[in-house]
């Protein structure tokens, strides 16, 4: 159960670092970065697996 708990951190870890990279680069507020990132994974072009990292889906067409 610890793993776990310990892997959902990093995963949150990575996310949270690209929410704010996201408000460095852009002058968003955090709650304009969460919604944009939240919206990125719902349509599943960007996962942040349990284990850490990022995994962004980039042979995708945009109309």
């Known amino acids: ?4 708990q310990t892997r959902s951190s990093v995963s949150q870890l990575t996310k949270n670092m690209m929410i704010i990279d996201l408000m460095k ?11 944009a990132i939240e919206e990125l994974e719902r349509i599943r072009l960007v996962h942040f697996p349990s284990q850490g990292g990022l995994r962004i889906r980039t042979n995708v067409e945009v109309n």
């Open 25 to 35: 680069q852009t002058g968003w507020t955090r709650d304009r970065a969460v919604a």
């Open 1 to 4: 159960m610890r793993e776990k």
